[in-house]
């Protein structure tokens, strides 16, 4: 079994989301339209779902509502408390976020609070019981057919202590569809985006 830089970041994990597409693409031409897809490419829904998952806080959701849409999703993701963790192009790219246990409590004052890490190395010492751990990736590895590829994106959770994951539980109940609902919708994008140049 191959070791992804996603195992390296996070091998154990308490919850876990996967969602994947068949590209008839290189492995670069698929990896750059991915990296290069933005906001407005994929759905006026992901902005939506963006400013409602930041409305509770208001300096957050003001900040969401002064974006510029058109730049790449992962540089806007990065520009909103998601940390890059690392790369290997055209193989994979890694980024996380620190989350509170208590996020979906929004009648709580530090509920929405993210903590924002400026490196891989900041992000993995980082061990407040009362948080979340998020870890995530772009793939792209070889389909079972000459000229595509498989391009994929999972996400794995685990909390700093069980009591953050079991605060964290409803909010993951809640929130999976959508998360699922984005990530088709950017993987269909890519497809579209990178199946375009073989035109």
Known sequence: MTTTLLDKYMPQYDVTEVNSIRIQASPETGYNALMELSVTEISDIVRFLFWLRALPEKPAAKRLAQLNYSKPFLKTMLDNGFTAL??????EFVFGMI????????WKKAAMKNVSLKDAQSFMAFNDPDYIRVVANFSITAADKPGWVIVSTESRSKGLSKK???????????????????????????KRKAEKQLL
């Open 99 to 106: 989350a509170p246990g208590n996020i979906g409590r929004f």
């Open 164 to 190: 953050a994951f079991r605060h964290f539980k409803p909010y993951w109940a809640v929130i999976r569809p959508w998360s699922g609902l984005i990530r088709r919708l950017l993987l269909k994008r890519t």
């Open 86 to 91: 690392a790369a290997k192009p055209p193989d």
